[in-house]
């Protein structure tokens, strides 16, 4: 939920379809699941998911040494991170992204906001007690290391410095902070060689939601509105410096809170940058909690959604957060649908687009963002399960998990994929997954619709190679997802295609 309370909401109109992608055989994409929640890892990993994300909060600096070293010695809380950690290694998850943040009120160079909070640098005398801080945490989940955790399976090697740039949780300069990835980056590999260093993960709503060809982007920026205008452009000069500083990390991640469309635009962008310095290294798809697109930011409709849907988008809003609105079962069926659509439109992007992984929240619902939705869009209903209780625990799987479930069962291990160009707003990705051909389809006409509304759907003529093949549908609302047989008929198949996705899969 990075970015929600704290970010700028940078809201501008998208652009049409790029060029196509050449096939590619990537390195094994990873998909993961955010954020880490005790009780819930069991649920989580009966979707196949190895990979997983721990939110900042519990990792801190502050979190695990709360008082500063006496004599000299140490003193680091362990209990819950060993707990969280151990408790989703013993349920099959085997890979992780940790956030570590240096906020810690006894060290900081500035005082700490009591609400929000927010990192600055650490003290020049404490600097020598962060670095062993970090030191500890990277050794603690070594298996290799004298000192790792006890029972602990599977080591901890992606390590993110900080968490969001530009939305407050990193307070300091964008000099203080390759200061301190200047002073970090060599602790964590000095701690375990096989490490990686995550660059601060960057979050842009508002730019390139549809903006596929990066030559359009100075024209969709002179549309935004001053003075979003400004900062998108200072965000993006922002992003440009960061990148220019490759030895400092190992992985580039953005994260991706708005509409499913903005994933092409911005890891290209990220990929362009990088290879104009002449340099490229993995991009990973993290912070995705709004599977769906949030609708609104600061009671600012998120792109592609327009000014004149604001109405309904605010009726919409209402109806998902009070459970007696008389459509509230309505409204709440339309999300989960979104969301479950969502979801899957967002890891094909990010498949076709050759980055490294994506994880993909949220476990469970935040209920506090529910009591706000016009500033918190729909982060208090994204839970991919249904949760009860304090502490929370997981109850019954919604569409968006078991669209999870279908992703990893059919998508999972893919070893090519291609984009098909098979007209306007046509979306077709042909994937080769284990000696199968798995073909994911849907439409986009630019727009975004609500509930009541009709979507568009066209009728396609998928060309496919010969044979049967089952035709899957995205999950909206059955726990199983509806199955036919089709079968190719001289070379293609004719399928109805809409804004939910389908898949079409050869049959053995």
């Known amino acids: ?76 809380r362990w209990d819950d991170t060993d707990r969280l950690i151990l408790e989703y ?19 900081s160079s500035r005082p700490i906001k009591p609400i929000g909070g927010g990192s600055w640098p650490p003290k020049p005398q404490y600097l020598p007690d962060y670095l062993a801080f970090l030191r500890a945490l990277v050794q603690r989940y070594d298996p290799k290391s004298p000192s790792h955790a006890p029972g602990l399976l599977y080591p901890v090697e992606y390590w993110e410095i900080e968490s969001e740039w530009g939305t407050g949780f990193w307070q300091g300069s964008l000099s203080q902070y390759l200061d301190l990835l200047r002073v970090a980056y060599p602790t964590v590999k000095a701690a375990n060689p096989n490490a990686r260093v995550i660059l601060v993960g960057f979050f842009l709503a508002g730019v390139f939601e549809g903006l596929d060809d990066l030559d359009a982007l100075p024209g969709a920026l002179a549309r935004i509105p001053q003075p979003r205008r400004s900062a998108s452009e200072r965000y993006l000069n922002e992003i440009r410096e960061l990148l ?36 490229e290294k993995p991009i990973w798809v993290g912070d995705v909690n709004y599977t769906a697109s949030p609708l609104v930011f600061w009671n600012q409709p998120v792109p592609p959604y327009t000014a004149r849907q604001k109405p309904a988008i605010d009726a919409t809003l209402r109806a998902l957060a009070n459970r007696r609105h008389p459509r509230h079962e309505a409204a709440m069926a339309w999300f989960r649908a979104e969301q479950s659509s969502g979801l ?93 051909r798995v073909y994911v389809c849907w439409y986009d006409d630019g727009r975004r619709y609500l509930p009541g509304d009709r979507p568009p759907a066209r009728t396609l003529d998928l060309p496919v190679e010969p044979g049967a093949y089952a035709l899957i549908s995205a999950p909206i609302g059955a726990a199983t997802p509806p199955r036919r047989s089709v079968r190719a008929v001289g070379g293609k198949c004719r399928l109805e295609i809409g804004t939910t996705p389908v898949f079409l899969v050869s049959e053995p």
């Open 344 to 436: 899957i439109k967002k890891t094909v992007l990010a498949m076709a687009e050759g980055l490294a992984g994506i994880n993909l929240g949220n476990l469970s619902d935040v209920g506090l963002f529910s009591l706000v939705p016009g500033i918190t869009g729909t982060i208090g209903f994204h839970g991919m399960v249904d949760s009860e209780g304090m502490p929370q625990r997981p109850g019954k799987p919604r569409p968006a998990y078991e669209a999870l479930t279908t992703v990893v069962r059919l998508l999972d291990g893919f070893s090519e994929v291609r984009a098909l160009a098979l007209g306007s707003g046509i979306h077709a990705y042909a994937f080769g997954v284990r000696g199968r």
């Open 244 to 279: 220019r500083h490759p030895s400092l990390f190992d992985v580039v991640e953005f994260h991706s809170l708005s509409d499913w469309s903005e994933i092409r635009g911005m890891g290209r962008f990220l990929r362009k940058t990088m290879r104009e310095q002449g340099y």
């Open 89 to 107: 290694q013993r349920a099959g998850f085997r890979n992780f992204h940790i956030y570590v943040r240096c906020i810690n009120r006894w060290a």
């Open 1 to 76: 939920m990075h970015g929600v309370l704290q970010c700028l909401a940078l809201l501008a109109a998208g652009l049409s379809a790029g060029p196509v992608s050449a096939p590619h055989a990537p390195e094994r994409f990873a998909i993961g699941v955010e954020y880490m929640l005790p009780g819930f890892a069991e649920v989580y990993a009966r979707t196949g998911v190895k990979w997983a994300k721990a939110m900042g909060a519990g990792f801190t600096w502050g979190d695990i040494e709360p008082n500063p070293p006496s004599g000299g010695k140490h003193v680091y």
